[in-house]
């Protein structure tokens, strides 16, 4: 069983262009959840998605940040006109369950993005 | 709005000690808390979850405590070694989301 999987792991763009973040869940999985990682910061709540829902997006930026988790593939992160402090490591998680005690999300590798 | 605070940022112990690591959380209304691993450059990995019901768990020579009504946990490591150097990260789960501590960074010396 695989698991959470992010693609690409390192990701180099120009100030003003587009980023896109991927992440497929763990099989059986139907929630999607994505956090953000500024250098020497911890990690921050960005987004919660089920398929084709976004549930809560109060971690999101106002603008130019915005993800879907459609019914077929996987979720993706879009980041427009990306700016230097978007450099920063993007990780998605998984898991069964939306809430309740047994709710373990379980974390792809992250991707690494930098904006020159 | 949780706050997850872990003391402290860093600690460097020779190899073969036995260590702890603290987390404290504001809000105790929380559903379960996970400690994670994180080398540097990687993702995290998961080392333990405690329900919010439970006291404590054990993973080999990791043991984790949990006292919701003071809002701390702790993460014991048992006979240190150099592999276990890493980011220690401590998480509650709110409704739909984790709340992180900003990690002890570990160093066990050989």
């Known amino acids: 069983n695989a698991g959470v999987m992010q693609n690409p792991r390192h990701l180099v763009r120009r100030r003003g262009q587009e980023a896109r973040l991927r992440c497929s869940p763990m099989k059986g999985h139907s929630h999607v959840y994505w956090y953000r990682q500024l250098p020497e910061e911890g990690l921050k709540f960005m987004v919660y998605l089920q398929k084709e829902n976004i549930i809560d997006e109060s971690g999101m930026p106002k603008e130019r940040f915005s993800a879907e988790f459609p019914k077929e593939g996987p979720s993706i992160l879009r980041i427009q006109q990306v700016v230097r402090g978007d450099s920063a490591a993007y990780f998605c998680?998984?898991?069964?369950?939306?809430?309740?005690?047994?709710?373990?999300?379980?974390f792809g590798p992250g991707t690494r993005l930098t904006v020159l | 709005k949780q706050e997850v605070t872990q003391i402290p940022a860093a600690l460097s112990v020779p190899e073969g000690e036995n260590l702890v690591l603290n987390c404290s959380f504001t809000d105790s209304a929380i559903y379960n808390l996970q400690w994670f691993r994180q080398d540097p450059g990687k993702g995290l990995t998961s080392l333990l979850l405690?329900?919010?019901?439970?006291r404590e768990q054990t993973s080999g020579r990791l043991n984790a405590s949990l006292d919701k009504s003071s809002g701390r946990s702790t993460l014991y490591i048992a006979a240190s070694q150099p592999g276990d150097s890493a980011t220690y990260l401590c998480?509650?789960?709110?409704?739909?989301?984790?709340?992180f501590g900003t990690g002890t960074r570990l160093t066990v010396i050989p």
């Open positions: 998680a998984s898991s069964p369950y939306s809430t309740g005690s047994y709710n373990e999300q379980f």
């Open positions: 998480a509650v789960s709110g409704a739909n989301n984790l709340f």
């Open positions: 405690i329900q919010s019901s439970q």
